[in-house]
């Protein structure tokens, strides 16, 4: 072959080469992000500092946060405001009354107990979360939450909701229990509802029982709506929660007989529903106001009473009905409503939004802080200056530390 032919053919072959690499290119210039991952994009669920504990001051507090029924942001107007309001009011005031709060009561622990969003406002559930819950991620506070009847009305399930609030930041909240016999890493107990689960809370930094126990705080999915005997109700607490609860609660006696003898670690119930016992509140002495019906399931399940046997429930913080605020005493058991909290939630007009308080304060000994001494609850209201109201005692230790 003359070196001529070699020459052009030479030439041809770079020209092709050349040419396939600019179509390669193309190729990928134009598709290479539908085949990548966007690694920027993937990133681990931000924690709090676990596990909870009390401060150094010897306090824990809890902001509870009753049917925000959130939807779609700015686009979602408000419910039962006043004809001034209504014009520019939207769920932003449902977010902007939350920062608020955090702010000026610097929790430690936020929970949500329901109707966190309305389903039936919303296209899309967990934006909706994300929007609903976003103060207590900005602010980097540990929140927990459980379901009410209202969130699993759009685009999730119980299951698939719960499963999503407990991978969002900063959340301590959990699908249901764990199994305790070992047999299987992540399996969860069988059990009715999603959002069962226990959070514990140690004592003070620095204190005798820093490494312990001293406040148990259980949630529980009270459901949303069943079919009794042909009879439409709404959903309440099953027996198999009911079992896990005395399970839990037997636990964590044995666990901490060495701290304060006979007497197990106070505790307090976060559930949605409240139990027709709430009913019978009307004829007692209650601190708050009683403005509506109460709202639950035709069936008894035994709540109170298995609250009653555990002997450490002190006070339950329930939602659903919203322009109910009142605490009340069944049987020794605190039974407290949060009040509503959202703007696009059902309330009355020239009736402020609200939230409440729960704080659990230690006792002294000697040299340090020992176990829960009291607790104490009380709302504010979404007005010019977040009055305080309501202020109250729930339960005080009536026996003495070891020091």
């Known amino acids: ?6 020459t052009v053919n030479w030439k041809h072959t770079i020209l092709y080469l050349t040419l396939i690499i600019s179509l390669i290119y193309s190729i990928e210039t134009l598709i290479s992000h539908k085949l990548q991952v966007n690694h920027n994009q993937i990133r681990l669920k931000r924690s709090p500092n676990l596990p909870l504990r009390f401060r150094d001051d010897g306090t824990f507090k809890i902001l509870q946060v009753a049917d925000m029924h959130f939807g779609m942001g700015s686009i979602t107007r408000c419910r039962d405001v006043t ?7 939207s769920d932003l005031n449902t977010t902007q009354f939350l920062r608020r709060m955090i702010e000026a009561e610097r929790p430690d622990l936020i929970a949500f107990t329901g109707d966190n969003i309305f389903g039936s406002s919303t296209t899309d559930a967990a934006e909706s979360l994300l929007q609903a819950i976003g103060p207590a991620i900005e602010y980097g506070i540990p929140w927990a939450a459980i379901l009410g009847n209202h969130d699993q009305e759009s685009t999730m399930n119980r299951a698939e909701l719960m499963t999503f609030l407990s991978l969002m930041d900063f959340s301590v909240s959990q699908i249901n229990p764990p199994l305790q016999d070992g047999s299987e890493r992540g399996a969860l107990r069988s059990i009715d509802g999603f959002g069962n689960y226990r959070l ?5 930094p620095g204190s005798v029982l820093s490494n312990s126990t001293v406040f148990d705080l259980f949630f529980l999915d009270s459901g949303d709506r069943e079919t009794v005997q042909g009879r439409r109700t709404y959903g309440w607490i099953k027996d198999s929660q009911l079992s896990w609860l005395q399970d839990a609660s037997k636990q964590g006696l044995n666990q901490n007989m060495g701290n304060v003898p ?3 670690d106070p505790a307090l119930a976060f559930f949605h529903i409240p139990i027709p016992e709430v009913r019978d509140l009307w004829y007692t002495p209650f601190i708050g106001q009683f403005q ?13 009473s298995t609250f009653l046997s555990m ?4 006070a339950a913080f329930i939602g659903h009905d919203h322009v109910n605020d009142f605490c009340g005493n069944l049987k020794g058991v605190w039974f407290c409503y949060g009040g509503g909290f959202g703007y696009h939630a059902y309330g009355r007009r020239n009736w402020h939004r609200r939230s409440r308080l729960i704080e659990a304060k230690l006792g002294k000994g000697k040299d340090t802080w020992t176990g829960v001494q009291r607790i104490k609850t009380w709302k504010r209201l979404d007005d010019g200056d977040l009055c305080k109201i309501d202020e109250q005692v729930l339960w005080e230790a009536s026996y003495s530390f070891l020091k």
Not at 1 to 6: C, D, K, T, V
Not at 83 to 89: I, L, R
Not at 292 to 304: F, K, N, P
């Open 200 to 204: 514990r809370v140690h004592g003070a």
């Open 311 to 314: 002997g450490n429930v002190k």
């Open 292 to 304: 509506e019906g109460v709202a639950c399931s035709i069936v008894q399940s035994g709540v109170l």
């Open 83 to 89: 004809d001034a309001e209504y014009g520019y009011c």
């Open 262 to 264: 006979s007497n197990p």
């Open 1 to 6: 072959m003359s070196p001529a032919r070699i």
